[in-house]
């Protein structure tokens, strides 16, 4: 059955909105756990404007469940805390400083010979890799020949897709890159914009799906059915899509 790991960050936005440990970031990432999710992500960035490099460090000694640190590796001081922390997993985002959220894929071709160097980093310290892809086939291929261990699968335009309708269209070229990676041995991850909405369809149709990690909609939902309840319903999703 297909992980879920329960992205953070918004926990971290709305304690550092007022200051002070409120909530508790790190009982966040335990509690998530404890509630049945599979994993946890927190994607720290140079303005810890969230997630905070030293958040990091404190649910790393704690947490018991996959652990899984997104951010863009040209950050020195991202790749030093993977280093120093050794998560089961690093997946690495193509962002810009000061981004709002990521909003694309790696170009595996342009950046091929980079992410050759700074995939060998990681997994010669023994931390498994994922990188952020667009569900394009070209992409995909370029990902398998950069020794990466798993792709994530940006799932923004399959959201918007199917919010309008659409949902074959949707789906349809997430299938295809699935298939594709599958084919070239490479894990395959998902995420971004998945909600309650469409994750069953989207867990249902893709072939072969490893984990899919969600932050911003589980949180939100959170507010209204409750923390526990709402990591259960996520995961209800994912389990639903084996029987039907």
């Given amino acids: 059955m297909t992980k879920l790991s329960v992205n953070i960050n918004k926990f971290a936005t709305i304690r550092n909105s007022r200051g002070g440990n409120n909530p508790d970031v790190v009982k966040a990432a335990v509690d998530a756990q404890v509630f049945g999710a599979d994993g946890v992500t927190v994607h720290p960035r140079p303005d810890e404007r ?4 030293q958040d990091v460090r404190d649910i790393r000694q ?36 000061g981004q709002l959220t990521s909003d694309h894929g790696w170009d595996t071709i342009q950046h091929k010979k980079y992410l050759i160097d700074i995939i060998g980093v990681f997994k010669k310290a023994g931390i498994r890799v994922s990188i952020f892809v667009d569900p394009v086939i070209a992409m995909v291929e370029g990902a398998a020949e950069t020794g990466t261990d798993r792709i994530e699968l940006y799932t923004e335009g399959y959201a918007k897709l199917y ?76 389990a639903e899509e084996v029987g039907n």
């Fill in 62 to 97: 704690i947490i018991t469940t996959e652990f899984n640190i997104e951010g863009n590796p040209r950050e020195q001081k991202f790749v030093d805390l993977v280093l120093e922390t050794m998560p089961h997993q690093v997946t690495l985002v193509p962002d810009a400083l």
């Fill in 163 to 238: 919010a309008a309708g659409k949902q074959e269209e949707a789906i349809a070229p997430y299938i295809s890159a699935a298939k594709k990676a599958h084919e070239l041995a490479l894990g395959i991850n998902a995420g971004h914009d998945l909600d309650l909405t469409n994750l069953r369809f989207f867990a249902k149709h893709i072939p072969y799906l490893d984990e899919v990690s969600i932050g911003h909609a589980l949180v939100c939902d959170a507010i209204y059915l409750g923390y526990e309840n709402t990591v259960q319903m996520y995961k209800r999703q994912l």
């Fill in 50 to 53: 969230h997630i905070r490099y």
